[in-house]
Structures are given as structure tokens and as C-alpha cells.
């Protein structure tokens, strides 16, 4: 049967905050686009982002985009760029007024401004008072920008292949992207979309550990992809555990209940974050308030009848504050925990949340690797923006609100530059035959029948595997291991067979796609976090304890080929401003 083809300016893999807002500025450029998704567009993970997003609109607080830097930088553990830090914060500003005018439905202050709210990490004055700096609208952030940026491709006729899921990328001898080679969910059948420029913008990878924040469809695939295409992934030791998961369920509790005025408690009813950040407290960075939840309950504070979790308490704030701010929250609470937080405190843990590594690019969103002329050299033809990117603006560890700062930012420049690349690159390369075979052959992989392993069977073993080797604390000789038994699980692999092998909507396929990828995103955390010697942000060594920034103030890169591990220097230089030199990180 002969392999459906579509021809495209630009291919989008993924249809989240960045991919949209690349998809919107292509469009507009009067582009051909394709945004490939494997759900339908408004179901994306942006739309589970509850906070708010960061600028410093200055509309509560006094606030500049130059202290906004300073926070970034800290909150890194001194491990972002700081050129990128400097270009994320100064264009924060005109990102979020040109969401407002697309019509994002900010909650508003009484003078009629976007209302910003206190989030952890933020200060004034670098490193001085609390800041309210996080746009937010209600507790429902994310979800209203996903859905005005969907509307606003609608307008641009951008074209949407939904619930298609991208198998591997098409590249040629040179190691140009060509496009890729995609699954139409629906029938089954393979289809080869050509573009001139390829950009990935598929979102994070939590689904690698048993407890967690993200959906189900945050299996790293753009990021394994680009593993297999032979591009390395960088920084992905740094995984942030989200202090404020429902206990036992890993659904998200927004660092904005803590905005609003709400606090952490032990059994014996102490506000104990006071003991780990006596200056922040609750809004201390997301990393030392998930290690103290942690050490709380080690060292038998816990509460509940297994002394597993904290208490958040809301309730002191009031019921028309939780009604009007954290609506979603309550409703959370509700269904999950069983509490209404008006009344009661909610139970949380810390859950696996956001990975600061991912595929490497510069503040453009060109895909860069290690070449033969330096340390950065793109990829011609392939971009990448949002979670499964790392610009490096978030280094060891991200602050809350920067996330959706991050996506619609870096997605919007990376549109904007593809269209200049589009102008110098007007024509198609040619198509790589052996690698369209390659792909095919990985898009038949789970065709022979028989008896093997199944692949809920395996995903169980592995997400067990990531949480008890590679946690929010960790240990050489418990890593090592980890690394062992990951090799030994994506042997495994092989012998993986799907009982149902009907082509229509077999989510058994996807889901098999999705542990290959999942596997290959975890041998780069778990290998990338066994070499770091050091603590640094979201990464915590009891047998390391301090940061090293003689040794290690370098990010990793790791290469699927042959397991292998390359550093690169930070850039600790700004574009227009004095370099924010490292100290010791308190708050």
C-alpha cells in the first residue's frame, strides 16, 4: 500500500501554549502550517496550568522586568543562560498584551488592569519583599490562553491534523529535518508530512514517574524523537517535584492557594516551613518546599493515619477569596481528596510536575548541538519551544509562573524566526528515502503477534523504577542501580507484544509508542542525574550536599547513542545588563 503524503511550509508537532503561538505567528505570515496533536487541541497540557503566568506589569506592586531577571537567575541555582533569562523577562511584558488583545479573559483588578498575584520565588528589589507579579485568570490560567489561541489559529486557517500521533523524524544525510513520519490514530495508517521546517512543541514527560501532575499524554515524545534522531538532551537531572500534589493522587494544588494567603502544616499543627525558609516561608522556591515536606514526613511529622502527607490550610482566607480566586481548587479538593478546603485543609505531597532539560535551543528556538566548530551549531530545519525545550531559562529549577511564560514566549520567537528561515529556504529538500524506511520500519515495530510482554506491565516496572531511583532525593549507589535496571527494562522492549492488532483507534499502539519514548526520556534523566556530584536546585544529593560550581556549573547533554554524556559551559552573560554572579541561594 502506497504511503499517504502531505507537503507543508511548516510541520508543528504538538498543540500546547507554544506550539499555538508559533502556529498563529506562521499563519498570520501567510504560511502553510500543519499542527500535528494526538488529542484534540484544546485538551493539551497548557490547559491544566492554574497560576498564572509572570510579567512585570507592575499593576499591585512596584515591579521590573530586571528584578524579574534577578529571581529567575536565583531560582535556577544559577544554571539558566542568562542571556535567555534576560530575553524571557523582557519580552514577558508585550506577551502578555498581546494575549489580552487576542483575548485571554484575565481576572481583573477594581481599576480594570490584569489582577497579579504573590507566587513563590518572586521578590522586589532583587531578593527584597514578595512580589505580585503572576497574571493569572482565576485558577483556570492555562486554560484560558490554550482556548484563545486555538480561536485565533481557527481565524488563521491554520491546518490541524488532530489525534495524529508523530512516530519519528525524516531527516537527510546531512542531518537536515525533512519533516516527519506521523500515525493517523483514527484508521491506523501512516502518513509522511514534508515541511521545510519541523517544530516540536510536545510538552513534558511526567508520565515517566508513578506520581504526577500530568496527563496521561506527557510521555516525551518530541524529546525521544530528537534522541533518535541524534540530537542530545540537555539538563534532564533537573526534574521539579511540585510541592502541592493531592496527596496519594498527584493531581496539582496551584502554588496559588499558597499566593492567596494559604499555608503548610505538620501533625502537630506547626507552620514548619518557617524552619527551612524563614524569610519566604510557604513562598519559598518550589524545590526547598518539597524537600521539607519530604523531610517532614521522614522524620515522622506526618499527618493522616499513615503520617504520609502535610495539610495546606486555605480555609482562614475565606469563602468568598476561595470562590472567587481558586474556584477550580475547591472543586479539586472536592472530587479527589474528599475535603472542601473552605472547611477543611487539603492533604498534599509532592508530585512529579516539570522537567527544566529537554531538547537544547538557543533564544530563536533553533535546535542547537555540539559540532564541529563549537559547543552550538543548529539544526537546519528543526526548532523546538515549550516543556520538551530547554532554552535554559530555567536551569536547576523553575519558578512557579514562568512556565506559561516560557511556552508563549519562546513559541512566539521561534515562529517569528522561522519565517525568516522560510525566506532564505524556499524550497523542499529532497526527500531521504532510507529515512522514510527507518521510520516505517519503527512505525511497524509492534505488528508481529504472539505471546511477550505487555505494555502496561512494563510502563508499571519502569514508573516504579524512575520514582525509587530517581526521586526528589538521591543517592549514587540508589541511581546506579536505576540506571542498571532501566538498560535491562528497555532490553526488554523487544519483547513487547500488543494483543489487539486492529488498526482502528488502537490506543494499545499509542500506548506502546509512548513507553518507547517514555524509557529513552528516563535513561536520560536517570544517567544525567547519577554523574551530577553535586546539589543544585531540583537535584538533591544528601551525598553531595553543596553546590559545585568549580565542577559542575556546566549543563549536560546526553547523546542515546551509546549512553554517553557531553557538558557545554552556561552563559552567565546578559544581553544589556551586569552578569548576576552566583551566591548562596536563601529565602
Known sequence: MPLNKRRFDALIIGAGGAGLNAAIQLANADARVAVVSKVFPTRSHTVAAQGGVNAALANVLPDSWHWHMFDTVKGSDYLGDQDAIEFMCRE?????????????????????????????????????????????????????ILHTLYQQNLRARTHFFDEYFAIELVTDDEGAVLGALVMEIETGEALLIEAKVTLLATGGCGQVYRTTSNAHINTGDGMAMALRAGVPLQDMEFFQFHPTGIAGKGMLITEGVRGEGGFLVNKDGERFMERYAPNAKDLASRDVVSRAIVTEVKEGRGCGPQGDHVLLQIHHVGEEIVAKRLPGIRESARIFAGVDPVEEPIPV???????????????????????????????????????????????????????LLDILVFGRAAGLDVISYLRDNANHRPMNTASVDKAMAAFQRFDQGGEGISVAELRNEFRKCMEDHAGVFRVQDVMDDGVEKIKQLRERLDDVRLKDQSRVFNTARVEAFELVNMIDVGMAIALSAARRQESRGAHSRPDHPDRDDKNWLKHSLYFKQDDTLDYKPVRTKPLTVESFPPKARVY
Open 349 to 403: 505531597f509532592p508530585t512529579a510536575h516539570y522537567v527544566m532539560g529537554g531538547i537544547p535551543t538557543d533564544r530563536y528556538g533553533r535546535v542547537v548541538i555540539p559540532a564541529r566548530h563549537g559547543p552550538e551549531e543548529a539544526v537546519p530545519g528543526l526548532y523546538a519551544a515549550g516543556e520538551c525545550a530547554c532554552v535554559s531559562v530555567h536551569g536547576a529549577n523553575r519558578l512557579g509562573g514562568n512556565s
Open 92 to 144: 514577558a511584558i508585550p506577551t502578555v498584551y498581546e494575549l489580552e488583545h487576542n483575548g485571554v479573559p484575565f481576572s481583573r483588578l477594581d481599576n480594570g488592569k490584569i489582577y497579579q498575584r504573590a507566587f513563590g520565588g518572586q521578590s522586589q528589589n532583587f531578593g527584597g519583599d514578595q512580589a505580585a507579579r503572576t497574571c493569572a485568570a482565576a485558577d483556570r490560567t492555562g486554560h484560558a
